[in-house]
């Protein structure tokens, strides 16, 4: 059986850098976003969809700052 790793707050923190975010280290997920959204990041919404369509991968804090995101 194979096991996909899970989307924790520094692998989503590091997607965000990866699109062009500049987000310090240790920041939680909900101020990733914030920050990210601020910065008018390319691509922010088509990866909280993306993340989002398969939300059994994502670390409980992940999914509820991506689900809280959706909300606003």
Request: aromatic letters at 4%.
């Given at each position: 059986?194979m096991f996909a790793?899970?989307?924790?707050?520094?692998?989503?923190?590091?997607?965000?850098?990866e699109?062009?975010?500049?987000?310090?280290?240790?920041?939680?997920?909900?101020?990733?976003?914030?920050?990210a959204k601020?910065?008018?990041?390319?691509?922010?919404?088509?990866?909280?969809?993306?993340?989002?369509?398969?939300?059994?991968?994502?670390?409980?804090?992940?999914?509820l700052?991506?689900?809280?995101?959706?909300l606003?």
């Open positions: 059986m790793d899970l989307v924790d707050e520094v692998d989503f923190r590091e997607r965000l850098q699109l062009g975010a500049q987000l310090p280290k240790d920041t939680s997920p909900e101020l990733c976003l914030s920050m601020e910065q008018g990041v390319d691509g922010l919404q088509q990866l909280v969809e993306q993340l989002l369509a398969d939300p059994g991968l994502l670390q409980p804090e992940v999914r700052a991506l689900e809280q995101f959706t606003c």
